[in-house]
Each structure stands twice: as C-alpha cells, then as structure tokens.
Nanobody
C-alpha cells in the first residue's frame, strides 16, 4: 500500500483547505485510514480517522466541528476538509492506513504513511 497526500498550503486564520490522500496497491486490506499532524518540536498527534466503509468517523477534540473527513472508495481517496483554520493547526499533515484496527488514534497502530503535506495558518 502506498499513500500520497496533497492539498496543503498557506492560509490566513479562518480560511479553509482540503487535503487529499490517494491509496495505491492492495487497498482492500485497509481497515481504516487516519490523518495525523506534527508541528515543529512536537510529537505526531491524531486528528481524525475513518472506518473502511466510511460509516464512522472519529475526531480529536481540537478539530471537532471544524474538520470533516470523508472517503471515496471508487477513487481510493480520503479527504480532509479543514474549515475555520487556526494558527495552532499549523503542522505537517500525514495520512495513514491501518490493516489491523477498525479505528485507532494511536500512531503505532498504523502500518502505512503518506509523505506529509505542510499546512500553515497565519494570524
């Protein structure tokens, strides 16, 4: 499985961005996908996850009501719509896939990672 993330950029506070993550390879083994982020000097942290069917989503408290994850299984793509962005959302965002868990907010539970895409929010 290979993951390719895109869509990052620079916006002002209150703005929006949409990230995409395309999965290639043996995608039928994927049980759930997630987005994590890592700010300079900080550990990678959970943002949101979505089950394989797309029927359930799990959000970190810090992004609830502002971020929305969705998936298009025909296109093998997961999207992260980010609205009302704040400077504290600035980070490199990574998409990830787990073959084992139906959902997880733990970094080590994910088996494959995309290359990361930078999101910068200015005040």
């Amino acid at each position: 499985v290979q993951l390719q993330a895109s869509g990052g950029g620079s916006v002002q506070a209150g703005g929006s961005l949409r990230l995409s993550c395309v999965a290639h390879g043996n995608i039928y083994t994927i049980r759930a996908m997630g987005w994590f982020r890592q700010a300079p000097g900080k550990e990678r942290e959970f943002v949101v996850a979505i089950t394989g069917s797309g029927s359930r989503q799990y959000y970190a408290d810090s992004v609830k009501g502002r971020f929305t994850i969705s998936r298009d299984n025909v296109k093998s793509t997961v999207y992260l719509q980010m609205n009302s962005l704040k400077p504290e959302d600035t980070a490199v965002y990574y998409c990830a896939a787990t073959l084992t868990f139906p959902y997880s907010d733990v970094v080590r539970d994910y088996d494959y990672w995309g290359q990361g895409t930078q999101v910068t929010v200015s005040s």
